[in-house]
């Protein structure tokens, strides 16, 4: 049971690190896709990975990881990172 509480912390932490517009995303591409067979699965989520990619949010994401820094949403809120 401790190591169940654990892993669902260490992911709910990971999944909180997340873009705030990423989090919601995700949570509208699994209520879209649910009646959707495989082809029109992979379509549907690659075009909208794409999206969020493209997006002012996901180019300062993109950004903060080539540059090695924290993103603009966890900045102030690492106390691991001076």
Known sequence: ???LDEAI?????????????AQA?????????TALGPEELRQE???RIAERRASEEGRAGMSAFLEKRLP???QGNDPDVS
Not at 9 to 21: C, F, K, N, T, V
């Open 1 to 3: 049971e401790a190591a």
């Open 9 to 21: 912390a260490l992911r709910l932490d990971e999944y909180l690190q997340a873009a705030p517009g």
């Open 25 to 33: 995303a995700v949570q509208e591409l699994v209520r879209a896709v």
């Open 45 to 47: 989520t690659s075009r």
């Open 72 to 74: 603009p949403w966890r």
